[in-house]
């Protein structure tokens, strides 16, 4: 009793964070239960039926391309990203040489650049390669701008596993890849699923690079898939709330996994001690 | 902090040197090969290119490009649009600062107090992470609207009608309208990282703070804070350079207006690169962010180094 | 050391990939003057020698990007369906592109050198942007000009040669509530004095009298191309634009200006009028809900009605913004736009064939699908009108003795976006009408006279 009490003013500030964190999303679900009519009458109201109208016009408007699209655009872009990345960090990370400082900076620079003046000479890039409208097309630059902040991350992590570690296993002779694959990388799930969750994400709702880099609607990605629901002065805010919350399922799921293997992990990372 | 032993241990026997060096070398090679080569051709080009339009008069749509040299450049500086957006840009570092990190670290200790319902708290509180920047800004639009949006409504109903305003239509208000908004959608990915720090910090340190009899807070001040030390640097770098380019929601909510108030570098370079079909001085804009950028995180990283220096 | 030549030598390779993929293999298709001669497209494009080989009849593929939804979008659909029969051996691959993000991606895709052979415009500034940039064919012989109307053909018609075909026109009315007026008594009005009086009693009855989002812009610009014509007459924006006679600082201007802060002073917009936007509804929005009387909106308002609250078409009327006493324009004047224009690129391989299909896109078959469905006026003489609002509309804009385009697609982007956004300033009374009429003609005598 006494703990509950105690523990009140944690509760109340916890179920205020909850409330303003959580409602847009809920006023985005609910929204996409309106009619447009509706919703322009009366924004905040809870809806008068849950209608699936606008889910059942994502259906007729073949919004599953655009999703299968996104996931393999996301999935192969993030798997590579995690693990050329972590690769990458692992000698800046742990070893040391002359150029080590420069070269992180030089993978830290990359961030700072604004991507839309960039897509220009991807655009001429992307045409060269012969890789215009085409999935792989998109997932080249998605990983190349995903590169800096996960480098950063993984170095971060990696500076702070216990030296110890790896010293014994290199006296057995271990070599780099062995050790990295096999001691470092398992020690790094917190990491790598900040930065799955992170680059998923992003490239999940990315949107100007899939612009200009896809045409057809064969290679369209979700946040591209979202002009169907444009007209040229108007948008058909239900519907978009509609596929955008379907879209957030995923991610949802993405996250739920990554941090369930966080605690996982956890339990994992105790014996390292 | 201890990584110069490795060469240490290699001067013991200098006969092994050489070849272990070798090995080194081809194995850093090796890990930092596939990131660079694909990092190089996208990203450095770009900023590359990026550097070499900014010093052309080039409508980005001709073959007429006009050699100005820096010409651009002496122009930005003259350009009044240019230094309100550098200002928003640092009133955005500043908020971002003070409150994404701040709240993320808040939430990401929540999370490990002993509270029930967790998983819900877990996943309610990363949920502005995982919208879509379009929903946030639609949704943030209405919220904010000064006729009937759902922030006046609170407002009147807790009875402070005197706050009433059209937030994002009064140019006194629209940026900070703007700054809320982004700070609670990135706030979120803070916490995640910050959460993936504290599960790795090992628990046999707070049990010999138990035995000790420390206090919350001491626990959190003795040890989580100096173990997060160095990810709250990392976030913070993340927090400036994000901040410094920021445009997704600015494009999406106001579009830079009313009267340019919530102009930012990066929104004021589209304009001017793809609405006005100045690509040279669009790129002078682009590669002026990029400088900025890194100036401050050298400053970041310096301080973070004096820090560590005078532990 | 070792390690640090390989890594020298990972750069070098990369520079060499930056040399390889500069812009000056792909946007420069004309580098020097001697070669700009116009000519076909299809000199100046890599492998134009393979495409001169092949015969007319050969295979073909053309793209073609539009912006059309809707009705209009399946009666683009139709136009290439018909095209393609006609033409066999030509396949057309049709993209739909959002509105505001387009004008990004044509720019990119131009500058990048792999453009769509037909693309949609709206003719003014934003084209000859293009037209000047020797990215579009000029295809003056390839279409039968006498078929358009003229106002609507001279929005893609530079130096006397047609750079696009226009399909459909808009024109902007002042549309109102009906049944509010009658409540309030009101009628429509015949002098400004009237509209003022109108602002008034709606204002006293806590009704906001014009429904506007103008963080879009250019739905603020409405009133000030309107007032600035009803002071000016029809050929003040003219003699600024050629820069022959008066200027964009003119008294009228000026007027103009101070004219919509004194409506904003009588509250005759909605409060933080700036921060709303047209696209997702916020001006609409009041009219639905019946909080607003008024909208001054392209026909097109029309279309989101019909989408968005269909019972609400039957209150809706219409006038054309009303005289303003002692100025020089007149009532029935009218301020209107065209869209879509269709072009041919200049970095097409196939230029006739596009020419063609630009033909079929801007034909009478078309313009009529459009205009029945979708409830544009045809931009193409001769249609006849199943719609009796669009019918309307059409003889609104052939009784109007001059058609004033929007200024912010008739100027060039630079200076339309600084008429814009000094329009929104006065919106929000941060700046004085002086000052913003200055800015604008600054800008143009930086721009236009460069």
């Known amino acids: ?273 | 902090m201890n990584r110069s032993q490795e060469v240490s241990l290699d001067t013991v026997r200098s006969g092994v040197r050489k070849k272990k060096k070798n090995k080194d070398t081809w194995a850093i090679i090796g890990f930092i090969a596939p990131a660079f080569i694909i990092y190089g051709v996208y990203v450095i080009y770009s900023i590359f290119m990026t550097f070499y339009y900014s010093m052309f008069d080039w409508t980005g749509i001709d073959a007429n490009m006009v050699f100005l040299g820096l010409e651009n450049y002496v122009r930005l500086f003259q350009d009044g649009v240019f230094w309100t957006s550098i200002q928003n840009n640092f009133l955005l570092v500043i908020a971002s600062l003070f409150t994404q990190l701040p709240i993320g670290l808040i939430m990401a200790l929540l999370l490990f107090s002993p509270i029930k319902g967790m998983r819900l708290f877990r996943s309610v509180y990363f949920m502005p992470f995982l919208m879509s920047t379009v929903a946030i800004g639609i949704l943030f639009i209405f919220i904010y609207e000064g006729n009937y949006g759902l922030l006046n409504a609170v407002l009147g109903a807790i009875g402070l009608e005197s706050l009433q305003t059209a937030w994002i239509g009064k140019e006194s208000t629209a940026i900070w309208a703007v700054i809320a908004t982004v700070c609670w959608q990135f706030a979120p990915f803070y916490m995640i990282l910050f959460r993936a720090t504290i599960v790795g910090i090992p628990e046999e340190l707070y049990e010999a703070a138990d035995i000790d009899g420390a206090s919350g807070w001491q626990r959190f001040k003795s040890i989580t804070l100096p173990l997060l030390m160095p990810i709250i640097i990392t976030s913070a770098i993340l927090s400036v350079i994000g901040s410094l380019k920021y445009f997704d929601l600015i494009y999406v909510m106001t579009g830079g207006g009313p009267n340019n108030s919530t102009e930012l570098m990066a929104t004021y370079m589209y304009k001017q690169t793809f609405t006005n079909f100045n690509m040279g001085y669009g790129s002078s804009i682009s590669f002026s962010m990029f400088i900025i950028a890194l100036i401050v995180t050298v400053f970041i990283l310096l301080g973070d180094r004096s820090r560590r220096g005078n532990e | ?450």
């Open chain 1, 1 to 273: 009793m006494i703990r509950m009490i105690k523990s009140m003013p944690l509760y109340l500030l916890a179920i205020i964070i909850l409330i303003v964190m959580g409602l847009p999303f809920v006023i985005m679900l609910l929204t996409s239960f309106k009619g447009q009519m509706e919703f322009m009458t009366s924004p905040w109201s809870i809806p008068e039926s849950f209608s699936l109208d606008n889910y059942l016009l994502l259906v007729e408007l073949e919004f599953f391309g655009y999703f299968v699209n996104s996931l393999i655009v996301a999935v192969v872009s993030v798997v590579i990203v995690i693990i050329i990345s972590a690769m990458a960090s692992y000698p800046l990370a742990r070893l040391k040489f002359r150029l080590n400082r420069p070269i992180f900076i030089l993978f830290m620079v990359g961030m700072m650049i604004p991507i839309h003046t960039t897509l220009v000479p991807i655009f001429i890039l992307t045409n060269k390669m012969g890789l215009y409208d085409s999935l792989i097309g998109l997932i080249g630059p998605y990983i190349a701008f995903a590169l800096p902040i996960s480098v950063v991350i993984f170095t971060q992590f990696m500076r702070d596993i216990p030296k110890e570690l790896e010293e014994s296993a290199k006296i057995d002779g271990c070599s780099h890849l062995r050790l990295f694959w096999n001691i470092i990388f398992p020690l790094l799930t917190p990491a790598v699923a900040t930065v799955a969750i992170y680059n998923f994400i992003h490239i999940w709702n990315e949107f100007i690079f899939a612009l200009v880099l896809t045409n057809s609607s064969q290679n369209a990605t979700l946040p591209i898939g979202l002009r169907e629901f444009y007209g040229e002065f108007s948008v058909n805010i239900p519907g978009i709330m509609a596929a955008l919350t379907l879209g957030s399922l995923p991610l949802l799921l993405v996250y739920f996994i990554a941090q369930e293997k966080i605690v996982t992990g956890l339990a994992a990372g105790s014996v390292k001690g």
């Open chain 3, 1 to 450: 050391m070792f390690n640090k030549k390989l890594l020298w030598m990972m750069l070098a390779a990369i520079l060499l990939i930056f040399a390889a993929c500069g812009p000056s293999d792909s946007a420069d298709t004309e580098d020097t003057p001697d070669n700009s001669t116009e000519d076909t497209a299809t000199e100046t494009e890599e492998g134009s020698e393979d495409n001169e080989m092949e015969a007319e009849s050969e295979e073909a593929t053309l793209t073609l990007w539009h912006i059309e939804t809707g009705p209009s979008e399946e009666a683009i659909e139709t136009a290439v369906q018909r095209f393609e029969e006609n033409n066999p051996n030509v396949t057309v691959e049709v993209s739909q592109q959002e509105n505001d993000p387009y004008k990004s991606q044509l720019s990119v895709a131009m500058g990048g050198g792999n453009p769509p052979d037909i693309f949609h415009s709206w003719g003014g500034g934003w084209l000859k942007q293009f037209v000047d940039s020797d990215q579009v064919v000029d295809i003056t012989d390839s279409v039968d000009a006498s078929i358009y109307n003229e106002a609507a053909l001279s929005v893609s018609t530079f130096d006397d040669q047609i750079y696009g075909a226009p399909v459909s026109m808009d024109v902007v009315p002042v549309f109102y509530n009906k049944d509010m007026f009658e409540e309030y008594g009101l009628e429509e009005p015949e002098t400004y004095q009237d509209l003022l009086d109108i602002v008034q009693t709606l204002t006293d009855n806590d009704v906001t009298p014009f429904a506007l989002a103008n963080q879009t812009k250019w739905t603020g610009s409405f009133y000030l191309m309107y007032l600035a014509e009803r002071i000016g007459g029809p050929e003040l924006f003219n003699e600024a634009f050629e820069r022959s006679g008066r200027t964009f600082d003119d008294e009228a201007y000026v007027e103009a200006g101070s004219k919509i802060q004194e409506l904003v002073d009588m509250g005759a917009f909605p409060e933080g009028v700036n921060g709303m936007n047209y696209d997702t509804g916020q001006s609409r929005q009041m009219l639905y809900t019946e909080s607003a009387a008024m909208m001054t909106m392209g026909g097109w308002l029309v279309n989101n009605v019909r989408d968005e609250m269909p019972e609400f078409e039957e209150k809706l009327g219409f006038f054309l913004f009303p005289s303003v006493e002692g100025g020089e324009g007149a009532k029935n004047h009218v301020v209107g736009g065209v869209s879509p224009v269709f072009s041919v690129a200049q970095q097409s391989e196939h230029p006739e064939i596009a020419a063609e299909l630009v033909n079929e896109l801007a034909s009478l078959e078309t313009a009529t699908e459009m205009s029945n469905n979708a409830g544009s006026i045809s931009a193409v003489n001769g249609v006849e009108y199943e719609d009796s609002y669009i019918q309307e509309m059409s003889e609104l804009l052939e009784s109007s003795e001059a058609m004033q385009t929007y200024y912010d697609q008739t100027l060039p982007p630079e200076l339309a976006q600084v008429h814009l956004d000094t329009t929104q300033a006065l919106f929000g009374l941060s700046t004085t009408p002086e000052e913003a009429m200055a800015e604008v003609e600054a800008s143009a005598q930086e721009v236009i006279e460069e």
